[in-house]
């Protein structure tokens, strides 16, 4: 009796940590800003809480991946126009925003 309550013992512990070790490998293969839409989608809210909505005037944003691991999204002028654009640059794996400007 004890040799099968040991038994089973062993086998859901090996069943947990196998279990747990696929579930860290998913999870880490997830990227949280995986498309164009999604980082367009980001930026402008991020960009509109830091500068208003007069942000939405330099729309439609360029996006552009840089490597395979940051988007990098920049303001439009239409016409000539006094100051610079919005720039903001994403990381694609986990949504970490790293840097935050505005030309002048």
């Given at each position: 009796m004890k040799n099968y309550f040991f038994s089973t013992l062993l086998f859901l512990a090996f069943y947990f940590i196998c279990n747990s070790q696929t579930i860290i490998k998913t999870q880490s293969t997830i990227d949280y800003v995986p498309n164009e839409k999604v980082a367009r989608q980001v930026a402008e809210v991020i960009l509109i809480s830091?500068?208003?909505?007069?942000?939405?005037?330099?729309?439609?944003?360029?996006?552009?991946?840089?490597?395979?691991?940051?988007?990098?999204?920049?303001?439009?002028?239409?016409?000539?126009?006094i100051g610079g654009v919005a720039y903001i640059e994403i990381q694609k794996k986990d949504c970490k925003i790293l840097n935050v400007t505005h030309g002048k």
């Open positions: 830091i500068y208003g909505q007069e942000i939405k005037k330099q729309k439609p944003f360029n996006v552009k991946l840089q490597g395979d691991s940051l988007w990098i999204i920049t303001g439009v002028q239409k016409k000539v126009e």
